[in-house]
T-cell receptor, first 118, second 113 residues
Framework: EPEVTQTPSHQVTQMGQEVILRCVPISNHLYFYWYRQILGQKVEFLVSFYNNEISEKSEIFDDQFSVERPDGSNFTLKIRSTKLEDSAMYFC????????????????FGPGTRLTVL | DQQVKQNSPSLSVQEGRISILNCDYTNSMFDYFLWYKKYPAEGPTFLISISSIKDKNEDGRFTVFLNKSAKHLSLHIVPSQPGDSAVYFCAASGSDSWGKLQFGAGTQVVVTP
């Protein structure tokens, strides 16, 4: 069964450093997402990506964040200068988009990357 | 911004009995609702979904009910099994977004033998 994969599973970095979190969505999916979950809090939406551009982003997704789909398979989240409060689990998700509606179709999540900023 | 609420942080149920998880929402633009199951240190795993044009969807032991007028949905698990012990998240997306999911806070389910 196809699945979303993410690397690394755990990333430790120093405050102010750049990190890149990597995701391989399910092939033939058209919509891609990043979410995060700070310990003890809700899963929060960060950004959605469709047709090689950002379609929607949250207030969390400021200029320190960027996303890229550098080739046909990878989808990356970059944090340019990490802060202590960026420590969280980061989840990538994808969906097929075959229903014709932007809101429907099921999003499938990867296992997550635990980011620890020291 | 609590557009999706799960007011019960935990639920304990005996093996073989029914588990009922509840979720309320406030955004009338939501038209697709999903339930995810999550184990610690893993990503959310999709369980079942329902479109706003329906009021019930069933898949094996899982049934989701949607009451649009009350802006309420529930997940029934029958019969509950020990492997069902996990955190369950309700999520919703709306026609005014690009599939952005709004999540509830989750309900920790413990199934006891």
């Amino acid at each position: 069964e196809p699945e979303v994969t993410q690397t690394p599973s755990h990333q430790v970095t120093q405050m102010g450093q750049e990190v890149i979190l990597r995701c391989v969505p399910i092939s033939n999916h058209l919509y891609f997402y990043w979410y995060r979950q700070i310990l003890g809090q809700k899963v929060e939406f960060l950004v959605s990506f469709y047709n090689n551009e950002i379609s929607e982003k949250s207030e969390i997704f400021d200029d320190q964040f960027s996303v890229e789909r550098p080739d046909g398979s990878n989808f990356t989240l970059k944090i340019r200068s990490t802060k202590l409060e960026d420590s969280a689990m980061y989840f990538c998700a994808s969906k097929s988009g075959t229903s014709g509606s932007t809101s429907t179709d099921t999003q499938y999540f990867g296992p997550g990357t635990r980011l620890t900023v020291l | 911004d609590q557009q999706v609420k799960q007011n019960s942080p935990s639920l304990s149920v005996q093996e073989g009995r029914i588990s009922i998880l509840n979720c309320d929402y406030t955004n009338s633009m939501f038209d697709y609702f999903l339930w995810y199951k999550k184990y610690p240190a893993e990503g959310p795993t999709f369980l079942i979904s329902i479109s706003s044009i329906k009021d019930k969807n069933e898949d094996g032991r899982f049934t989701v009910f949607l009451n649009k007028s009350a802006k309420h949905l529930s997940l029934h698990i029958v019969p509950s099994q020990p492997g069902d012990s996990a955190v369950y998240f309700c999520a919703a997306s709306g026609s005014d977004s690009w599939g952005k999911l709004q999540f509830g806070a989750g309900t920790q389910v413990v199934v006891t033998p």
